[in-house]
């Protein structure tokens, strides 16, 4: 009786035991799910972020619109043509021109120290702003009214304004921004004009 109870308790988990083979094809279907998932998420972003730039672009026919996706956008097509979405840009383009680690990169604050000792601006700011800029800039469309002729800007707040006068050096410097850029304040007015990759306070 020992040894047929054994049996029993043993022959359970033997059929519970799945073929490397059938594993395998487990594996691979999977792996194509998640592949497959991942290329929808990527089409949609594509498509949402040109219907935004779309709607900033129409807007600004008609007034002012500081809306700093679209100047990253434009320079950032440039500079990664290869990479489907805006956020495999500026991730890639951060680490390799913008941040060291999270601190700002030479290159990055070669351009910028000038700005943040003159308008007081704390680094580690700006550092931070730069962390999270792609997902603040998707949510911010701000109107000027008719502070400033109809068109798009970019700019902001003092540590948004420093973040995106780092980026727009940046991209300037590598030739991917060729016009002159004007970054506005909270209000409109001009506070820094970016030719070259460098900075001049208005």
Request: proline share 3%; aromatic share 6%.
């Amino acid at each position: 009786g020992a040894c047929w109870r054994e049996r029993e308790r043993e022959e359970p988990a033997g059929e519970r035991e799945e073929p490397a083979g059938e594993r395998e094809r487990e594996r691979s279907l999977l792996e194509s799910i998640i592949s497959e998932k991942d290329v929808r998420l990527e089409e949609k972003e594509v498509r949402i972020e040109q219907l935004t730039c779309d709607v900033a672009r129409t807007v600004a026919k008609y007034c002012a619109v500081v809306y700093n996706r679209v100047v990253l956008d434009q320079g950032l097509r440039v500079g990664y043509p290869n990479l489907p979405t805006l956020t495999k840009r500026y991730q890639t383009f951060l680490k390799e021109y913008v941040l060291s680690d999270v601190r700002l990169s030479a290159g990055a604050l070669d351009i910028i120290q000038p700005v943040l000792e003159t308008q007081g601006i704390d680094q580690r700011d700006v550092e931070r702003e730069l962390q999270c800029f792609l997902h603040n800039a998707s949510k911010e469309l701000h109107y000027l009214g008719i502070s400033r002729p109809k068109g798009l800007y970019c700019g902001g707040q003092p540590v948004t304004l420093a973040a995106v006068a780092t980026l727009v050096g940046l991209m300037q410097r590598q030739n991917w921004l060729l016009d002159d850029v004007d970054i506005v304040g909270s209000s409109g007015e001009t506070v820094l004009s970016a030719a070259g990759g460098v900075l001049r306070t208005v």
